[in-house]
């Protein structure tokens, strides 16, 4: 097992730290994302880093931008340490490392649900709308949506909470135009993602698309997919065989983690609790489980192992 909790120096600028990948400039308009083995609940970083963590979300990433090259491009470059500035080029990174173009982010979340769970559940229970938009009445917990739905959110600092919109505010926060094309696109990377899932038993609950604007050879702007993909990190997935209306099947993510810390007398704010080894590797097991049935590799054949 691999484990990365801190990125140090990789000789670059350091452009930003997330609560999981640290971001650095690596010139010619293009940025190194490094995941780590941090995990955050409850917008909380833990102390105790998840073995693997940072390899699974690069492989997962890897692999879904691949599959969804035909509904949108993307700007990943390379994840080979060989492609990377020499000073960069450190053993203990590999797996762990996208080398992207530089993109113009949306100040969007685009997110796309296909169940009604989480806060979209917490809601519907208390307004009967989904970002504040109706749907139909007498849904329960982990209903399947009569269609997948485009429900947005504004971008919180980190600490925060993103704030969940109606498209209409999404129009005012980007333009008709490009929301429109957001929410065209969003949905079908949704619909490609959900029959792969499906086919290896897994449902895809929700998920969150990044998107962001790239340089044009003619001078223009296009529309990419972009930060990390279709990963346990920013997917809701359940096993297809647990899915029952009513109550929300277990989370082929964190969810150890939060069933734990769920248990203790947290204010969920820092400094976080220690959590036990096995709840530890119960959530390793989770992400790597994820990666390997429903991309349909082994987690040993990606760089790092």
Known sequence: ????????DV????????KVRDLFDAGDDRLLMVASDRLSAFDVVMDEPVPDKGRVLTAMSAFWFGELAGVIGNHLLSTDLADLPESARRPDLAGRVMLCRRARMLPIECIVRGYVAGSAWKEYRSSGTIHGEPVPSGLVEADRLPAPRFTPSTKAAVGDHDENI??????????GELAEQA?????????AASERAESAGFLLADTKFELGLVADADGGERLVLADEVLTPDSSRYWLADEWSPGATPHGFDKQPVRDFLETLDWDKAPPPPALPQSVVDATRERYVVAYERICGRSLSDWPGA
């Open 1 to 8: 097992m691999s484990v990365l909790r801190e990125v140090g």
């Open 11 to 18: 000789g670059l600028a350091h452009v930003h730290r997330g």
């Open 166 to 175: 109606a498209f209409d505010r999404a129009v005012e926060l980007v333009g």
């Open 183 to 191: 929410r065209t696109v969003s949905l079908a990377m949704f619909a």
